[in-house]
């Protein structure tokens, strides 16, 4: 919310009277003056021209956007002496009062306040009563989402067929919680946050009407800091105003905010990007000397890694919102450097120390913590390694020897595979396919595609369990828990669960994975398969007797199993952390 001064008399305060804060005395007072939301001005203003005015307008928007100065506008608007006109005079009595703030007519309504349903029967009871001097009765209520539902339901009558001389303005900053009858009653005006180079420009010149030199650098600072928010922008401004006693320096505005340089920003991300955790505490150690706030540093530094996330996206520069111009070459690089992937990990950690330091008192401590843990990203790679490794291991062994054996004979399970040769540490490029090595002595004449399995009563176990070894990921890890697979018919596949593994069932039976199933039967047998999954309806003691219960581990052993477990050992060694308890699968 920007815009010209109400009147020359209020650019400065004169000795005797009661100061105004700046975000008043700049307040917008035409919809020309509403910078970022010409979209707006414009719709309202040929409303205003043709005679189209409506009965009811809801603007939405964030903080400082705009959207109370517009409807006040509005009501100037409708209400000049010499309008209804799309430009209000601001210089007859009407004007200057609602202005003011100081208009009989146009009641603004905070609505966190008066939120009840006695206070919407009594605007219900006062809407019937004529303007006292103005042309319409106008109704301005801020934060209109705080209202209850029992004043929403009050409000619904009068708000779809109110008398002629009454208009309704509705401000909200979450409009997703206002009923839809009464969302469906009104006009909708969305209100864009403001860009930093726009702010910038208006607080330069509320700088030069205030006469105070200001560097470029520390209005940009201020503008980023305010985040789309032109009243937020207004305000630091006046506080930064107090603060400084002479021309206003980047120095002042990082010293009144707490906030670290651009020049530490991008050199505490660059170490981080390429690991350096020792230098990476070190510049953490040296902002926080010079009296950096360490929470207003890592929500900078989030804001960073958003710009790099962008960079890593392939994202031009000018979508950067953090950055300063200066370091966006850096930033960018440091973006590829850790790739998508990296970022967003590296967003998450930031994220997450921040939350926790607003219920901490050892807020550097989980600086520290994050800022390491995203140096030690690139050690993530070999999980990729160990997965495929465990994951050749477990196809070697065949289904799991905690499940019950499907009801195939013991020689129509396929033959075990050894174990996949392990890979060096480090990220593995996937090759489109991997051909069996030659057998000794032929030459290499082997063919790579092996014969295929034609499905049958007696072998759809087996197809199954050569299935599933073809695959990769969690789900098939579910598709394990079957409990039996039968062929329903010559094209259609059933593989049945317990009904404690119904968890595994549902995702399997997800399109993106029954799709995959379905191809690697199709790979195994040659033959298009429908594959469908299924819950025995059957007791869950079917198969063994009532009075023989299966045991049951102690939880203290299975933990110990759990923590035995080669991928549990190397998450614990990334990440510093061990299990404390092991949960059942939900029934």
């Not at 917008?28 to 309202?44: K, M, N, S, W």
């Not at 206070?119 to 019937?128: D, F, K």
């Not at 404690?500 to 993106?512: G, I, N, Q, T, W």
């Amino acid at each position: 919310m920007s815009g010209t001064p109400a009147s020359p008399s209020l650019t400065a305060s004169p000795p005797g009277r009661e100061y105004v804060v700046i975000a008043r005395r700049y307040r917008p007072q035409t919809f020309e003056d509403l910078i970022g939301q010409q979209h707006v001005g414009q719709a309202l203003s040929n409303a205003i021209s043709t005679g189209r005015v409506g009965h009811a307008y809801l603007f939405t928007g964030a903080r400082g956007v705009g959207k109370t100065s517009a409807a006040r506008i509005l009501a100037k608007a409708l209400n000049c002496e010499n309008g209804p006109a799309p430009v209000p005079c601001n210089l007859c009595d009407s004007c200057l009062t609602v202005g003011a703030g100081e208009d009989v007519d146009v009641l603004e309504i905070d609505g966190a306040s008066n939120r009840g349903i006695d206070e919407i029967r009594q605007l219900r009871q006062n809407v019937n009563v004529r303007p006292s001097r103005s042309r319409f009765k106008i109704y301005i209520i801020d934060e209109v989402h705080m209202l209850t539902r029992e004043a929403f339901n009050a409000l619904l009558k009068t708000l779809e067929e109110p008398p002629e001389h009454v208009k309704f303005v509705f401000c909200t900053t979450e409009p997703t919680k206002i009923p839809v009858t009464i969302l469906s009653r009104c006009q909708r005006f969305d209100f864009a946050g403001i860009s930093t180079p726009a702010i910038v420009e208006r607080l330069r010149q509320i700088v030069e009407a205030e006469g105070v030199e200001a560097e470029p650098e520390a209005l940009e600072a201020l503008a980023r800091r305010a985040a789309g928010s032109m009243r937020d922008s207004q305000s630091l401004l006046e506080q930064l105003l107090a603060f400084s006693s002479g021309p206003i320096t980047l120095g002042d505005v990082h010293g009144m905010l707490g906030s670290a340089g651009d020049e530490r920003l991008t050199a505490l991300l660059c170490q981080l990007a390429a690991g350096e955790a020792a230098e990476a505490i070190a510049q953490l150690d040296r902002a926080l000397s010079e009296g950096v706030d360490v929470a207003v540093l890592l929500e900078q530094l989030l804001g960073y890694f958003r710009d790099a996330m962008l960079a890593a996206a392939d994202c031009p520069t000018d979508s950067f919102l953090y950055a300063s111009p200066a370091s966006q070459q850096q930033v960018a690089e440091s973006g590829k450097r850790l790739g998508l992937a990296g970022v967003l990990a590296a967003m998450q950690m930031l994220e997450q120390a921040m939350a926790r330091m607003r219920y901490s008192t050892q807020g550097r401590i989980l600086a520290e913590l994050a800022l390491v843990r995203i140096c030690q990203l690139e050690e993530l790679d070999e999980l990729g390694p160990l997965l495929a490794e465990l994951k050749g291991a477990a196809t070697a062994a065949g289904p799991r020897a905690t499940r019950p054996a499907a009801p195939a004979p013991a020689a129509s399970r396929p033959p075990a595979r050894p174990p996949a040769p392990r890979t060096p540490p480090g990220p593995q490029k996937k090759s489109p396919a991997v051909a069996e090595p030659a057998a000794s002595g032929d030459g290499g004449a082997r063919a790579a595609e092996e014969p295929k399995l034609p499905l049958s009563a007696e072998n759809a176990a087996e197809v199954w369990a050569l299935a599933l070894e073809a695959m990769s990921g969690m789900v098939v890890e579910q598709a394990k828990q079957f409990d039996r697979v039968a062929l329903a018919s010559p094209d259609r596949l059933v593989v049945t669960f317990k009904p404690r593994y119904a968890l595994a069932k549902s995702s399997c039976e997800r399109p993106e994975h029954l799709g995959r199933f379905e191809e690697a039967v199709a790979e195994v047998t040659g033959q298009r398969v429908r594959v469908e999954f299924t819950l025995d309806e059957t007791s869950e003691e079917g198969d063994a007797a009532p009075s023989a219960p299966a045991r049951r581990a102690p939880p203290q052993e299975r933990l110990r199993e759990v923590v035995d477990h080669p991928m549990v050992r190397r998450a614990a060694e990334l990440f510093g952390a061990q299990p404390t308890r092991v949960d059942d699968p939900p029934n």
